[in-house]
C-alpha cells in the first residue's frame, strides 16, 4: 500500500523518512494519533470480546501475587521463626 497508510513497525528503514515527512505534526494531527492509539489499546486489552477462563485464571494469579507482596514481610517472620 501507499507509504502513508502504513504503520511504524511495517516500514522499512530506507522509508522511515519519507514515511515521517508523510505524517500530520499539526495539534489535530497528533491528537488524531494519540485516539487513534487509544482506541487500538482498547480494543485489544480493555474491550476482549473473548472471554474465558484465561481472564479469570490471570486475574486470580495476579491477586495471588499482589497478596504475596503485600504481605511478604509478615510472611517471611513466620517462616524464619519455623525454621528456628
Known amino acids: ?44 486489552y480493555i474491550n476482549v470480546k473473548r472471554g474465558g477462563p484465561a481472564g479469570i485464571s490471570m486475574l486470580l494469579a495476579g491477586y495471588c501475587l499482589l497478596s504475596y507482596g503485600w504481605n511478604y514481610q509478615h510472611i517471611s517472620k513466620i517462616s524464619f521463626l519455623v525454621s528456628v
Open 1 to 44: 500500500g501507499p507509504l502513508s497508510e502504513r504503520r511504524l513497525m511495517d516500514v522499512r528503514l530506507g522509508e522511515l523518512p519519507a514515511w515521517l515527512a508523510t505524517c500530520d505534526f499539526s495539534p489535530q494531527g497528533l491528537l488524531g494519533g494519540v485516539q487513534k492509539a487509544w482506541s487500538n489499546y482498547y480494543d485489544k
